[in-house]
């Protein structure tokens, strides 16, 4: 099962606007119609509560939305690309890990049909229609579409359940799953038969509860021994452990405090969790004769469990008890969990003044506004009348002025994108 996924996204781009010109034998004067471009397509994630793994990413690694297209003349503006609309599973994190060293939480999904646009597609460029006004009647000036955000994002899927199964290998954690719920999971004699999670739901007239088994939990399992390690951190966001023994082991109390320290050692906060221990197998003869020297062995330790049951998978016993217990709990909401990685919050972003040219040496400058670059990627700059337009653009923007204070004089040359003019 996959449940963890490093995949890029790239949303669309947007289209670019046109230039042109309506002149049709009714419209003598005609004038400019270039339409705009339309917005690139998103990339949207939605929450399915039927999906159970991450396993449809496992041969993606790229998810590409369509780019807008471009404007048309006569005011046609270019269609929007289509948003590509994936479906992951309730549980899911969303980091962002573009810049590894700064890793963000986008989302955390704990909810069936949340939506989140991780990659938002670039807007359309305007077409030259957009420009007109009453000094300039003639606009040859359009922008370029923005391009879509690209982002790397790892998908760390931990499932949702409220009551986690924790045990060995053995110990009957599948037997009390597929006795509790409908769910129909691999039981064997053998360890290591579930190398999933297993999900099933618990419900009565009251209510339902989700509860996961986890493959089983060896010594070191917190350190990578086995499976459970990996599957660990699935029980992270349970509200509550059912911890399950094999009544007929030898060294019970031993095997008891190894999966507590197991999950100490994972993270702290599952030994925090609401605990019942189990001990299974009571239909064997060996167990059934010391369930009470059991119960008062148990009793000389302080261990975490609160409460404690004696049951059987096998004929059933005291698995309606059990079940009685389970569906009592309350349903309080999940706390998340604090993850591998600190949670950074959105930052509030400072309207600061963005920086709109470089004097990358004495006598060359370079314009970085993103909306001056568009239009000269749009606009066909070879076109004399064209440049006259965009320099007025720039005068009205002040970044004439800029470029006067910061020193430029006749003869050194602007560059804008991949464009260079020689300042006169
Ligand atoms: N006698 C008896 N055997 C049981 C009982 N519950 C489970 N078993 C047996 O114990 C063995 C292991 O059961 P599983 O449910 O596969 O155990 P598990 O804990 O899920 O094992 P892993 O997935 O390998 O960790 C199987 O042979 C079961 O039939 C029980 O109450 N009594
Ligand atoms: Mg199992």
Redesign the pocket.
């Known amino acids: 099962m996959l449940d963890l996924k490093k995949i890029e996204v790239r949303a669309g781009n947007g289209g670019n606007g046109s230039v042109s010109f309506i002149r049709e034998a009714l419209l003598p004067r005609g004038g400019p119609g270039g339409g705009n471009g339309g917005s690139g397509g998103n990339i949207i994630f939605i929450s399915d509560s039927s999906i159970l793994s991450l396993d449809k990413f496992s041969k993606r690694h790229h998810l590409i939305a369509e780019n807008g297209k471009n404007g048309l003349s006569h005011k046609k503006n270019g269609s929007k690309g289509k948003d590509l609309i994936i479906k992951i599973p309730v549980g899911t994190e969303i980091w962002d890990i573009s810049d590894e060293k700064n890793k963000k939480l986008i989302a955390d999904i704990s909810e069936n049909n949340e939506s989140i646009v991780v990659s938002k597609g670039g807007n359309g460029g305007f077409g030259n229609a957009h420009f007109v006004n009453s000094v300039n009647q003639e606009p040859l000036l359009a922008e370029s579409g923005q391009e879509g955000q690209i982002k790397i994002l790892l998908l760390n899927l931990k499932f949702i359940a409220d009551i986690g199964?924790i045990?060995?290998?053995?110990?009957?954690?599948?037997?009390?799953?597929?006795v509790l719920t409908q769910a129909k999971?691999?039981?064997?004699?053998?360890?290591?038969?579930?190398?999933d999670p297993n999900l099933g739901v618990i419900s009565d007239y009251k209510g339902q509860k989700i509860i996961v088994?986890?493959?089983?939990?060896i010594e070191g399992a917190s350190s990578g021994y086995g499976l459970g390690h990996k599957f660990l951190k699935h029980i992270q966001r349970t509200k509550f452990l059912v911890h399950?023994v094999?009544g007929?082991e030898d060294n019970l109390i031993d095997k008891i405090i190894q999966i507590n320290d197991e999950l100490r050692s994972f993270d702290n906060e599952l030994i925090k969790k609401p605990q019942i221990l189990c001990i299974?197998?009571?239909?064997?003869e060996e167990?059934k004769i010391s369930i009470d020297k059991i119960e008062k062995l148990l009793s000389n330790y302080k261990l975490p469990h609160s409460k404690l049951f004696f049951?059987?998978?096998?004929?059933n016993?005291g698995i309606n008890n059990l079940k009685e217990e389970i569906l009592s709990i309350k349903s309080t909401k999940v706390i998340n969990h604090k993850s591998d990685s600190t949670i950074i919050k959105p930052k509030v972003i400072q309207k600061t003044i963005q920086k709109v040219i470089l004097k990358e040496s004495d006598n060359l400058y370079r314009i970085i506004d993103e909306e001056i670059i568009r239009l000269v990627r749009g606009s066909n700059m070879e076109n004399w009348d064209a440049r006259v337009q965009l320099f007025n653009i720039l005068t009205k923007r002040k970044i004439t002025n800029m470029l006067i204070t910061n020193g430029i004089k006749n003869g050194d040359t602007l560059i804008i994108d991949e464009l260079e003019f020689e300042w006169e």
């Open positions: 199964i045990g060995l290998p053995n110990a009957g954690k599948s037997s009390l799953l597929s999971p691999k039981i064997a004699n053998y360890p290591f038969t579930t190398i088994d986890i493959p089983g939990l399950l094999d007929s299974n197998k009571c239909d064997l167990v049951i059987s998978t096998k004929n016993l």
